[in-house]
């Protein structure tokens, strides 16, 4: 019976991580669809590659810090229990590598290639990693601290704050640092529209990250006798409750309608296991209102070129969804219980506090030696031709 358990547990898991790996794909042709046609070929390397440097990254480094794991012995050790903890390791790791994901869509279209390898590999290895552990493992003592002071620890059983609040909030000072794109606003004032390039392949985006995201937050119970369906429709709550709100507030516009889901996702994550479903629906719809008006904000008051808006959708979906935890979760609204309001709103604190003064200084040291930005040339002529020598449809490379 236990060989069927770990082998049923290693299944269970592998599952979820290959889920979240295609979600990796709804990252990449969200962006794809969002930027302008000179830098959809950029999109797409831009998630794979941060894929591969993520894995080398925390499989050396970054698992290591958040839970004391490493994989120096034999084969035979490492496949013991059916490989359930080498399955573990896959699983945590397409969440460690949504970090640079998230970023990408902050900085795209004037960020140079090379110098955001480095920084996804300082911020997997090192910074997404010490909040992992605090939140996931119990290090340094603060979850104690949390539980002493407040009777519950920090809760975040599918990563609003642990990956999407800190993927938003290290993705800000990235795009602060960069500056907004070459004509985006001028000098009087003026905006300029840079349109979507392709509303279907963002709309696929969109659905690709939906779909996964039941394995994000399903198998974030880890072992199959854990898994709770409750979790499956406070997901699906969520995501009607964003995707109606954004509607609505975003006046029928395709790009925040196709948002507006991934906006409730982000915020249920932490509580989707705690909250009764309509605390999960109004989770959601609360989100999306947020994403719809801080986006306007940023791009037309502040004139902060975050070009898919991760801030809003990660960084602010992300912190409220750690904090809506301790609001829903509360047995007299319906939830489960066991959850304080206090402890959630330390945590998220401390994990935007991480984020921002993590993404401050990798990219603040990465823009003084050795540059964060495209040179005016090589961003007019667009991050396609300029790195990977080629454009998405080629016509000028196979016209004669």
Known sequence: MDAHK??????????????????????????LGTVRKKNQVNALVKILVDFAVSTIAYFFVGYTIAYGVDFFADAATLSQRNGFELVKFFFLLTFAAA?????SGGIAERAKFHPQLIATAILVGLVYPLFEGIAWNQRFGIQGWLKAVFSQEFHDFAGS?????????IALPAVLLLGARRGRYSKDGAIAAHPPSNIPFLA???????????????????????????????????????????????????GFAYNGPLAGLVAVCAGSDLMHPLGALVTGGIAAAVFVWMFTLTQNKWKVDDV??????HGLCG????????????????????VSFMSQLIGTVLGVAIAVAGGTL?????????????????????????????SATAERETSW
């Open 6 to 31: 770990h082998g049923a547990d290693a299944l269970f898991i592998l599952l979820g991580a290959i889920m979240i790996l295609a979600m990796h794909a709804g990252f990449a042709f969200l962006e």
């Open 362 to 390: 990798v990219y603040g040291v990465l823009k003084r030696v050795v540059g964060l930005r495209l040179d005016p040339e090589q961003e007019f002529d667009g991050a396609d031709l300029s790195i990977h020598r080629i």
């Open 161 to 169: 704050v642990v990956v999407h609040a800190v993927g938003g909030w």
């Open 308 to 313: 898919l808006g991760v801030w809003p959708l």
């Open 99 to 103: 970090i640079p994901a998230i970023i």
């Open 319 to 338: 912190a409220w969804g750690g904090i809506a935890a301790g609001i829903f979760g509360q047995a007299a609204l319906g939830g489960v219980g066991g």
């Open 204 to 254: 696929l985006g969109a659905w690709i990250l939906t779909v996964g995201w039941f394995g994000f937050n399903v198998m974030s119970a880890q072992t199959l006798d854990k898994m709770n369906g409750l979790v499956a429709l406070n997901s699906l709550m969520a995501m009607v409750g964003g995707t109606l709100v954004a509607v609505l507030l975003g006046k029928n516009d395709p």
